[in-house]
């Protein structure tokens, strides 16, 4: 599948995963901002990809630094076709241990960083769809313990799972 012409944002991807799905996508031909809050080593990539690979300081848990991302990329390519929310922190500790800064941390990067992201990226996704008629992809990133319980992962898990509760 070739990705001639489209532009992905993806969060967290200066290393690992978010790294991977970077050169992944622009093998196929797309251009890419990677955001992140350090830049690691990207610089060979940026080397090797010019153009076509941006690196957006970008702190997911930031409005306005989120909404700079989305508009810096929709200026930059004409538009975002594809994001991928990949940006996450765990704050391992058993939930006795675990402080309410580590825990608000997390749900701040791992849940509200998906939320502003997705929201901001409307725009910029709805303009393009309408130049070209594709429309977007929004692909949220999960961890492999989401299906199971982790010690020491109290904070971390409510990334992984959502639950519906009913009040008898």
């Not at 939930?95 to 992201?117: E, K, M, P, Q, Y």
């Not at 393009?128 to 977007?136: D, N, P, S, W």
């Amino acid at each position: 599948m070739r990705l001639d012409g489209q532009t992905a944002v993806i969060t967290g991807g200066t290393r690992g995963l978010g790294r991977a799905i970077a050169e992944a996508y622009l093998a196929e031909g797309a251009s890419v901002v990677v955001a992140a809050r350090n830049p690691y080593d990207i610089k060979e990539l940026a080397d090797e990809y010019g153009d076509r690979l941006l690196y957006h300081h970008t702190d997911v848990t930031d409005e306005v630094s989120v909404d700079g991302l989305m508009t810096t990329a929709a200026e930059t390519y004409g538009g975002v076709d594809v994001l991928v929310n990949n940006a996450g922190v765990s704050r391992d500790g058993r939930i006795s241990r675990l402080s309410v800064a580590d825990w608000n941390t997390t749900l701040a990067t791992n849940l509200t960083g998906v939320f502003l992201c997705t929201r901001a990226v409307i725009g910029p996704m709805t303009a393009r769809r309408e130049a070209t008629g594709v429309g977007g992809r929004i692909i949220n990133v999960s961890s492999c313990v989401a299906g199971r319980a982790a010690i020491g992962a109290s904070a971390y898990r409510p990334r992984c799972r959502t639950a519906t509760v009913r009040a008898s």
